[in-house]
């Protein structure tokens, strides 16, 4: 029932920036948690941040101070704002949308894109 796509990744030296963006189709948006999570190869789904219908956000510690995520309800789009970069940043990154919790399996995935910082 809802789509997810996101756009904004690519290749940034170490302690660049990046946005990433999520666009939402299919639902509600605003009736929906909206989060974060990442994947490194040979690695388990880490989440990153979340976002409640409310706009407050949670953040994992690992980027805590150097990410931050937000919504816009008008567009139907949540961001990740990435700065600090690390190589260990490196990975796909996905959005997920919940009408509960994202931190709880995510009922809806983006396909993900891939972010690669070098040293």
């Known amino acids: 029932q809802v789509q997810l796509v996101e756009s904004g990744g690519g290749l940034v030296q170490a302690g660049g920036s990046l946005r990433l963006s999520c666009a939402a189709s299919g639902g509600t948006f605003s009736r929906y948690v909206m989060g974060w999570f990442r994947q490194a190869p040979g690695k388990e789904r880490e989440f990153l941040a979340r976002i409640s219908k409310s706009g407050v956000s949670t953040y994992a510690d690992s980027v805590k101070g150097r990410f931050a995520i937000s919504r816009d309800n008008a567009k139907n789009t949540v961001s990740l704002q990435m700065n600090s970069l690390k190589p260990e940043d490196t990975a796909v990154y996905y959005c997920?949308?919940?009408?509960?919790?994202?931190?709880?399996?995510?009922?809806?995935w983006g396909q993900g894109t891939q972010v690669t910082v070098s040293s």
């Open positions: 997920a949308a919940d009408l509960l919790s994202v931190t709880t399996q995510p009922k809806y």
